[in-house]
C-alpha cells in the first residue's frame, strides 16, 4: 500500500511539474517561441460545393464555423504552427455596410460573437462552441489569440450614438477610408474609468478570458489613448496575469486615421504594457539595402532594452492587410519570407491562405449578389487579400510549394531555436547591394541566410564570413553547395528572389 501511495504522489508529482512547465503564449511571445497563423473562421474551413468562391447557404454550402473549424487545427500542428491569430469574432454590422456579410472589423455589439460562425446542427450555444473551439486549439498545444475591432459599426451607432465621436457636421466621424466603421470617443482623462465605452471594452476582455484565449490582438491599436491601454491591460492581468496583448502599430504608422482620433505611436504603447507590435516588414518589398532591414532590426532591439518587461514583434510581412506576396513578387519572394519568418528574431506570421498559394483574386469581385446578410448588393472585395466582407470560400492555391517550403524552414527553426530565439542578428556586408545578408550565431553555432532582393534579375555576389574556421562544420539547408565556399569567401551568382541558408557548427 505504501509502495502504491508512493508511486501515485511521484506521478502527482510529475504531471504537476510538467503542467507547470508550459510555457504561456505571452512568454512564448516574449521569447519569439509563437508561430502565429491568422485566420478569418468565416472562410477556413468553408465548404464550397459549386466551386464559385461564394458560400450560398440556400444551395446548402456552410461557411467556417467554430465547429468546422476543429477539422484543419491538425494540419496547422502539421506546419509548426502553435499559435492562432483569431480575425474579429463579435457580431457585424449590416447597415451602410461593404461585402454581402458585413466586414469582420464593422463591431455592432460587445458583449455578443457572430451568430455567423454558429454551427446549426450543434446543440451547443455560440458561447459554447466558441469555447470548444478553443479547447481544441488548447489541447493541441495551439494557443489563441482573438482580434479586438478598433471601431464601431453604424448599427451599433444607432443604438449608442453616446460611443461614438462627432464631426463638425454632428455625424459620427469616419476615420481614413474605413466606410462601414465610425471612431469610438474615448476619453484621455479620469472620465475613462466611468464611461461606457471602457465598461464595453472590459466586457470583451472578460469574455475572452472566459472564453480560454491566450491574448487579444488590438486592431488599429494607435487610434486609442495610452491612459486606455495601460488601464485595460491592468485590468486583464488582474484577472488573467499572463493574458498577451499584440498591438497592430509599426515604426511606418506616424499619422492618425483622422484628424479627431488620437495616435499613441508603439513606443507609447509598448509602455503602456503591450507585449508586441506589428514592426515595419511589409516594407521589405521597399527596403532598398541590407542596411535599411538592418537598421529597423537593430532599432527594435535597442528599444526592447528600455523596458522592463520583455518586448517582440510579429513577422509583418504579408497580413489580412496586406496583397499576397504571389502578386507583388511571386513563387520566390514567398520562399523568402517564410525563411526570413524562420530566422529573424520575431515571432513568425502567416495568414490563412499564403502558405496554400492562394491569391486572394475573387471572381465575384463587385458583381451583384444573389443573397445577401447586409445592406449591400455587392460582393466587395480588396482583390489580392483575404475576403474579410463576405462568405466566400476556404483559402486555397495551386501548389504545394510553399507548405514544403514552410516544412523545411519550421524544421532548421526548431533543430536551432536557441540560435533564432536567442542569438544575435548580424548583418553581413556583400559587395552587391541587391543581395541581402545576415548571420544569427549563438554558443558556437551559427545560421547564415543570403538572398537576391532583385525579383527579376540574378546577381553576382561575395561576402565574407569571419565565423567559419578549419573545424567549422558547414551544412546547407537551402540550395547551393560547398563549392561556393572558399575558406571564408562566399561567392555565388544567385538567381532573381533566390536564397540561400546554411549553419555553420564550431
Avoid at 484577472?239 to 498591438?247: G, I, R, S, V
Avoid at 506570421?349 to 469581385?365: E, H, K, R, T
Avoid at 463576405?390 to 523545411?408: A, H, V, W
Wanted: net charge neutral; glycine share 4%; with cysteine.
Amino acid at each position: 500500500m505504501k509502495k502504491f501511495l508512493g508511486l501515485l504522489l511521484l506521478l502527482l508529482f510529475i504531471n504537476n511539474n510538467s503542467l507547470a512547465a508550459e510555457p504561456s503564449l505571452r512568454e512564448m511571445f516574449q521569447n519569439n517561441e509563437a508561430v502565429i497563423y491568422g485566420v478569418n473562421l468565416r472562410t477556413f474551413n468553408a465548404n464550397d460545393i459549386n466551386g464559385n468562391g461564394i458560400i450560398e447557404i440556400s444551395k446548402g454550402e456552410n461557411p467556417g464555423s467554430f465547429i468546422n473549424a476543429v477539422d484543419r487545427l491538425d494540419e496547422l500542428k502539421e506546419l509548426g504552427i502553435n499559435t492562432l491569430h483569431v480575425l474579429p469574432i463579435t457580431p457585424v454590422g449590416k447597415i451602410k455596410a461593404l461585402g454581402t456579410a458585413g466586414s469582420l472589423y464593422a463591431l455592432s455589439d460587445f458583449t455578443t460573437l457572430n451568430l455567423q460562425l454558429v454551427d446549426s446542427q450543434s446543440e451547443l450555444s455560440v458561447k459554447e462552441q466558441a469555447k470548444y473551439f478553443i479547447d481544441e486549439c488548447h489541447k493541441r498545444g495551439i494557443k489563441v489569440i482573438i482580434d479586438m475591432p478598433s471601431c464601431g459599426a453604424y448599427d451599433l451607432y444607432i443604438n449608442r450614438p453616446d460611443l461614438f465621436l462627432l464631426d463638425k457636421d454632428g455625424m459620427p466621424d469616419t476615420p481614413a477610408d474605413w466606410l462601414d466603421v465610425r471612431l469610438f470617443n474615448v476619453p484621455d482623462n479620469n472620465q475613462l474609468y466611468h464611461s461606457d465605452i471602457f465598461v464595453l471594452h472590459k466586457i470583451f476582455v472578460n469574455n475572452m478570458i472566459q472564453l480560454g484565449a491566450d491574448g487579444i490582438r488590438a486592431d488599429v491599436a494607435t487610434i486609442k489613448p495610452y491612459i486606455f491601454w495601460k488601464e485595460l491591460i491592468k485590468y486583464a492581468r488582474e484577472k488573467k496575469p499572463d493574458f498577451m496583448f499584440l498591438a497592430e502599430a509599426s515604426e511606418s504608422w506616424t499619422k492618425p486615421a483622422s484628424d479627431k482620433a488620437y495616435f499613441t505611436d508603439y513606443k507609447k504603447l509598448l509602455e503602456a504594457g503591450f507585449d508586441g507590435y506589428y514592426g515595419s516588414y511589409f516594407e521589405l518589398k521597399n527596403w532598398k539595402t541590407m542596411d535599411e532591414m538592418a537598421s529597423s532590426i537593430k532599432k527594435q532591439q535597442k528599444l526592447f532594452k528600455k523596458y522592463n518587461d520583455k518586448k517582440s514583434v510579429i513577422g509583418s510581412f504579408e497580413t489580412h492587410d496586406t496583397v499576397s506576396p504571389l502578386l507583388t513578387g511571386g513563387e520566390n519572394f514567398s520562399k523568402i519570407i517564410i525563411w526570413l519568418n524562420a530566422t529573424l528574431p520575431l515571432n513568425p506570421y502567416y495568414i490563412d491562405g499564403f502558405l496554400q498559394a492562394d491569391d486572394y483574386m475573387y471572381d465575384y469581385s463587385n458583381k451583384k449578389a444573389s443573397e445577401t446578410y447586409t445592406d449591400d448588393e455587392y460582393y466587395y472585395v480588396h482583390q489580392g487579400q483575404i475576403d474579410i466582407f463576405n462568405l466566400s470560400r476556404k483559402p486555397i492555391g495551386y501548389t504545394d510549394k510553399l507548405i514544403k517550403e514552410q516544412q523545411k524552414a519550421m524544421t532548421l527553426r526548431n533543430n536551432y531555436k536557441d540560435v533564432i530565439t536567442k542569438g544575435d542578428f548580424i548583418p553581413l556586408k556583400t559587395d552587391n547591394e541587391n543581395v541581402f545578408a545576415f548571420i544569427r550565431t549563438y554558443n558556437k553555432n551559427s545560421i547564415v541566410v543570403i538572398f537576391n532582393k532583385n525579383l527579376v534579375s540574378s546577381e553576382d555576389t561575395k561576402l565574407k564570413i569571419k565565423n567559419i574556421k578549419k573545424r567549422t562544420k558547414i551544412t546547407f539547408v537551402k540550395d547551393s553547395n560547398p563549392d561556393n565556399l572558399e575558406k571564408t569567401t562566399f561567392s555565388k551568382k544567385l538567381k532573381p528572389a533566390e536564397i540561400i541558408i546554411f549553419t555553420l557548427q564550431n
